[in-house]
């Protein structure tokens, strides 16, 4: 598998957002979940995901805790810049780092596929002093059933390997109405059965697991 950045930066990546997190609650008084969506908010997930070097291995946690407050308009309340490499919140952020790289996935969406921070904090006493394999194990169950859960029109389509226009191009469907059944704002239930038929023609797939 491909994954995110070479291999050599992954300790410094993982050191770096596991020092960001414990700093953040544990020396500055932040919430751990409110941070992390700071984080992901201030585009300091994503050049870390991306491998910019002012992030990946050019800035320590602190550093990093401290770009995200400026990126997002609160300063932290600071205090001395101890870290707790055994907190729950240091693992919480280096064990991110670790599944990002190699599930060769962005933060935010590992994040809205049900793997954000508050969701690794809460397995710590669980798999702390397991091997990492068990919180790529936890990872995957946690992908599949978030993908299980999503909407089947979307869920096909991308198993298809076709995007949403090339999808209406091949079914005759508009791209408008595609978006629609794919954000839940019309259902494929109450589509027209020829719409559905087309749909589940250029998919390959049954007409009932769209719906």
């Known amino acids: 598998m491909e994954r995110a950045y070479d291999k050599v930066y992954l300790e410094d990546a993982m050191s770096a957002v596991g020092a960001m997190l414990d700093y953040s609650v544990n020396t500055c008084g ?8 700071r984080f992901l908010a201030s585009g300091v997930a994503s050049f870390i995901y991306e491998a910019n070097p002012r992030y990946l291995g050019g800035s320590s946690g602190i550093d990093l805790a401290h770009i995200v407050a400026q990126q997002t308009g609160r300063p932290l309340a600071g ?7 055994g907190s729950p919140e240091y693992w919480t ?6 599944l990002s790289w190699y599930l060769n996935m962005d933060f935010r969406t590992m994040k809205e596929r049900g793997l954000g921070a508050a969701e690794i904090f809460i397995r710590y006493p669980a798999l702390h002093e397991a091997d990492l394999s068990k919180s790529v194990g ?12 999503s909407n089947p029109l979307k869920l096909a389509r991308k198993n298809a390997g076709m995007t949403q226009r090339a999808l209406a191009a ?11 059944y ?9 589509a027209e059965f020829e719409s559905v038929l087309s749909l589940s ?5 049954p007409p009932e697991r769209l719906t």
């Open 79 to 85: 205090g001395r810049d101890l870290i707790d490499m």
């Open 201 to 205: 023609r250029a998919l390959a797939c």
């Open 170 to 180: 091949a079914s005759g469907v508009t791209l408008r109405s595609i978006r629609a």
């Open 93 to 98: 952020g280096w064990t991110l780092a670790y």
């Open 138 to 149: 936890f990872a995957c169950k946690q992908l599949s059933a978030a993908e299980k859960a």
């Open 182 to 190: 794919e954000q839940g704002a019309l259902s494929l239930r109450n």
């Open 30 to 37: 932040e919430d751990l979940a409110v941070f992390y969506d």
